[in-house]
């Protein structure tokens, strides 16, 4: 090999390493994705309004042109519904005049880069993934992780 370890995100992407590639255990370090789920996390105070989002970079494979095609349908069927995206990305031109268009200035909110993701998550009502493909979905991890333990 031509290198001295290999990280893998997951115990299934360890076990790969080791079963199909033939990976020595001892040379795999393990760095699991996603954050800490805390016991209680606040409701948010904003009952009026469903609030859906997603968050990543701001490109083709995430397909937030189709994320923006579900607002402006929901948006015809009820006023009281936002869709929020963080991220930045060679995309945001093409996003924010598509929601220009379709005249969603007010549904739809492109929020920039997000330090602090927790809160954001926790803003949502509904997390939405529109990608085409994700090899390691780190958005919808740490989404998911923002969920309350049931």
């Known amino acids: 090999?031509?290198?001295?370890?290999?990280?893998?995100?997951?115990?299934?992407?360890?076990?790969?390493?080791?079963?199909?590639?033939?990976?020595?255990?001892?040379?795999?370090?393990?760095?699991?994705?996603?954050?800490?789920?805390?016991?209680?996390?606040?409701?948010?105070?904003?009952?009026?309004?469903?609030?859906?989002?997603?968050?990543?970079?701001?490109?083709?494979?995430?397909?937030?042109?189709?994320?923006?095609?579900?607002?402006?349908?929901?948006?015809?069927?009820?006023?009281h519904i936002e869709f929020h995206l963080a991220g930045e990305g060679p995309e945001r031109a093409k996003l924010q005049a598509l929601i220009q268009q379709y005249g969603l200035n007010e549904t739809f909110a492109l929020k920039g880069h997000i330090e602090d993701m927790p809160p954001f998550y926790r803003s949502l009502d509904l997390y939405l993934n529109t990608s085409v493909h994700e090899g390691i979905p780190m958005s919808l991890d740490y989404a998911v992780a923002e969920l309350p333990k049931m």
């Open 1 to 79: 090999m031509f290198f001295n370890r290999t990280v893998a995100v997951s115990e299934d992407i360890q076990k790969a390493f080791i079963k199909q590639f033939r990976f020595r255990e001892s040379k795999i370090s393990m760095i699991h994705n996603g954050i800490e789920v805390p016991d209680f996390i606040p409701k948010r105070e904003n009952k009026e309004t469903f609030v859906i989002g997603s968050a990543g970079r701001l490109c083709p494979v995430k397909d937030y042109p189709f994320m923006i095609e579900i607002a402006k349908a929901v948006k015809e069927e009820t006023k």
